[in-house]
């Protein structure tokens, strides 16, 4: 319990933050914000009160990460002595991480339809190139197209949940590394709806490892390691959606005949999906020391489905394969979501 109200409010982050609008809001017992808007200064956040009021306060936060990931949480303090406080609710609002259970669920839905759209468009060229195959399966890369461009609407969205519904937070989202990544996927996306119409694959193939690049830019950093999440996230990216796109352009093509050839592309696919995954769990579990928490649940689950899809892969189950697939990319949206522990 405090004698007087503090001149400010001072939150020290273990990584840089950007303010996701206000970044801080402090309640004063009769239920007014107090706070000017938060200053950042690298891990420091600072916003200045000017309230005298004794009683209960209720303090929240709100910022983006250096990856673009969203985190909130509240707090409250005393001065003088205890009272009500209109806003006290805010304390106890569930969270999973530090992030709210409908934004986590938002994020993980924005980025399965996200890496199912990269699927059925960047995989299913690869395994026309692959297979030499002349004649495009339109329909599955029309429908990756759909989902890359649907994607982005969710991914906001799912950002407003994860933070709070307000134009100031609306207009600081698009304004942050999040917004610039959301619309260079966008227009990625449109970019490749306007270079399907050209005969060579190549430039489809380009646009696919930008945006796998981007999606590494927004994935969870290695501490003291810059760039180190980010090029191994696009490596799980590039893997992970061939892997996926091919088997599902090899249960849907009526023409193939090169079983061999099919195999050993998914067998390069799922090694760079699956190198590329351990290295990642290994860094963000502290070689695998971290494990009792909801990131390394989920990472142990996806372990599981993955061997699901390699035994359908043994059986010689292709549309069991790609069902599992669908598993595994969902899986792995909600590791993206969740914060890990190292």
Not at 75 to 87: A, D, I, K, L, R
Not at 282 to 303: E, S
Request: charged share 10%.
């Amino acid at each position: 319990m405090l004698n007087s109200v503090p001149g400010s409010i001072t939150l020290l982050f273990t990584e840089q933050v950007t303010p996701a609008g206000a970044g801080i809001k402090v309640f004063s017992p009769s239920g007014n914000q107090v706070a000017l808007p938060a200053v950042a200064a690298g891990s420091v956040l600072v916003a200045a009160l000017h309230s005298t009021e004794p009683g209960s306060y209720v303090v929240t936060w709100q910022v983006f990460a250096a990856d673009t990931h969203p985190s909130r949480g509240a707090f409250g303090f005393e001065v003088g002595h205890s009272t009500t406080n209109p806003y006290s609710g805010l304390l106890n609002a569930t969270q999973l991480g530090t992030t709210s259970p409908l934004g986590v669920a938002l994020q993980a839905f924005g980025r399965w339809v996200h890496f199912v759209g990269f699927s059925l468009v960047f995989g299913v060229v690869a395994y026309q190139v692959a297979m030499r195959r002349k004649e495009r399966l339109k329909r599955l890369i029309g429908a990756g197209v759909v989902l890359l461009i649907t994607a982005e609407p969710i991914g906001l969205l799912a950002q407003l949940a994860s933070l709070s519904f307000d134009g100031d937070t609306a207009v600081a989202i698009l304004s942050s590394g999040f917004g610039r990544l959301l619309a260079l996927r966008l227009g990625a996306a449109l970019l490749v709806w306007v270079v399907l119409s050209l005969e060579s694959p190549w430039p489809v193939l380009g646009i696919g490892a930008v945006m796998a690049a981007l999606d590494g830019a927004s994935a969870h950093a290695v501490p003291g390691f810059a760039g180190v999440g980010a090029a191994l996230t696009a490596a799980h990216v590039i893997g992970l959606g061939l892997w996926v796109g091919g088997v599902a352009a090899y249960v849907f093509d009526q023409r193939r005949t090169d079983a061999l050839g099919f195999g050993r592309y998914a067998a390069i696919t799922f090694s760079v999906a699956a190198i590329s995954g351990l290295v990642l769990a290994v860094v963000h579990t502290n070689l695998f020391t971290a494990l009792a928490n909801d990131y390394a649940y989920v990472l142990m689950l996806k372990v599981l489905i993955v061997g699901g899809a390699l035994a359908a892969v043994l059986l010689r189950r292709h549309r069991v394969e790609l069902g599992v697939m669908a598993a595994i990319l969902g899986v792995a949206t909600i590791l993206a979501a969740l914060p890990p522990p190292s």
